[in-house]
């Protein structure tokens, strides 16, 4: 499952010595947007901004990581089989 990923740049706020920098995190899948989060990095002046961005990638990356798990769970042959015995097997 490729899904089609966009990150922008949404808002910067703080000081001149602290500032927390939001990024946006969007997912398509088949033209259906699937996530749409915000993500708050920390930053200091002076501190190393490839820091800061790799640790940012690495929390999208493990957003984008679980909704490829529950998709695989959720299309699971298994699953259907259940939900179909159950559907047969439940008296109203």
């Known amino acids: 499952m490729a899904l ?4 922008t740049k949404k ?3 703080g000081s001149d010595k602290l500032w927390y920098i939001a ?3 969007v997912a ?3 033209s259906t947007v699937v996530l749409d989060r915000d993500f708050m990095v920390k930053y200091r002046t002076g501190q190393d901004p490839e820091e800061r961005v790799k640790a940012v990638r ?10 490829k798990s529950q998709q695989e769970i959720l299309g699971a042959t ?3 089989s259940a939900v179909v015995w159950l559907n ?3 008296v109203g």
């Open 4 to 7: 089609q990923i966009t990150v």
């Open 78 to 80: 298994q699953l259907d």
């Open 28 to 30: 398509i899948d088949n």
């Open 88 to 90: 047969g097997n439940l």
């Open 58 to 67: 690495d929390d999208m990356q493990s957003v984008i990581d679980a909704y």
């Open 23 to 25: 990024l946006n995190l």
């Open 11 to 13: 808002l910067v706020s």
